[in-house]
T-cell receptor
Framework: GEDVEQSLFLSVREGDSSVINCTYTDSSSTYLYWYKQEPGAGLQLLTYIFSNMDMKQDQRLTVLLNKKDKHLSLRIADTQTGDSAIYFCAGCPPGGFKTIFGAGTRLFVKA | DVKVTQSSRYLVKRTGEKVFLECVQDMDHENMFWYRQDPGLGLRLIYFSYDVKMKEKGDIPEGYSVSREKKERFSLILESASTNQTSMYLC??????????????FGPGTRLTVL
């Protein structure tokens, strides 16, 4: 089955870029997702990328997908203190009901 | 906007009590899910439901049951709460694959403490 792995912590300075990495085992996922969880809240979809794309940009967010290496990354440009949160990488095999989530990367932004 | 609501944000119960966690979504989604979230373990799927009265076990169903009598409501039941069920519980819903990007929409979570 699908397994999704990501590092648990990342610390950056305000204004720098953050890069959160994720590796997955099942390449059949149609979509790969990044969810954000702010303190005390549920998960909120941040962005997603279709599996036949290499890159997707949305304002300060850039998602890169390397299907050969089964590697997904999320880059946040000009990181702000409001970006401090837990970021989850996730994938859902086609026709499947279960979305597989990574353990989450806690991003700390230092002022 | 999709809205998923959970009945309580914080709950404190005693060992052995029966606990009900309620989740309601307003987007007519077929699929609903219950997860628990623990530090370092991420989200683990407890149960999911793909239709009214239909349910499937997730990865950690032991000690839990669910009920889906109406499409918009999915309940998680702890028959006899234990201290190892102290956790954050997240409900999510998702539309049918052919009309949606399989995106899950989450409620705000219920932080349950079992004493």
């Amino acid at each position: 089955g699908e397994d999704v792995e990501q590092s648990l912590f990342l610390s950056v300075r305000e204004g720098d870029s953050s890069v959160i990495n994720c590796t997955y085992t099942d390449s059949s996922s149609t979509y790969l997702y990044w969810y954000k969880q702010e303190p005390g809240a549920g998960l909120q979809l941040l962005t997603y990328i279709f599996s036949n794309m290499d890159m997707k940009q949305d304002q300060r967010l850039t998602v890169l997908l390397n299907k050969k290496d089964k590697h997904l990354s999320l880059r946040i440009a000009d990181t702000q203190t409001g970006d401090s949160a837990i970021y989850f990488c996730a994938g859902c095999p086609p026709g499947g009901f279960k979305t597989i989530f990574g353990a989450g990367t806690r991003l700390f932004v230092k002022a | 906007d999709v809205k998923v609501t959970q009945s309580s944000r914080y709950l404190v119960k005693r060992t052995g009590e029966k606990v009900f966690l309620e989740c309601v979504q307003d987007m007519d989604h077929e699929n609903m899910f219950w997860y628990r979230q623990d530090p370092g373990l991420g989200l683990r799927l407890i149960y999911f439901s793909y239709d009214v009265k239909m349910k499937e076990k997730g990865d950690i169903p032991e000690g839990y049951s669910v009920s889906r009598e109406k499409k918009e409501r999915f309940s998680l039941i702890l028959e006899s709460a234990s201290t190892n069920q102290t956790s954050m519980y997240l409900c999510a819903s998702r539309g049918a694959s052919e009309t949606d990007t399989d995106t899950q929409y989450f409620g705000p979570g219920t932080r349950l403490t079992v004493l």
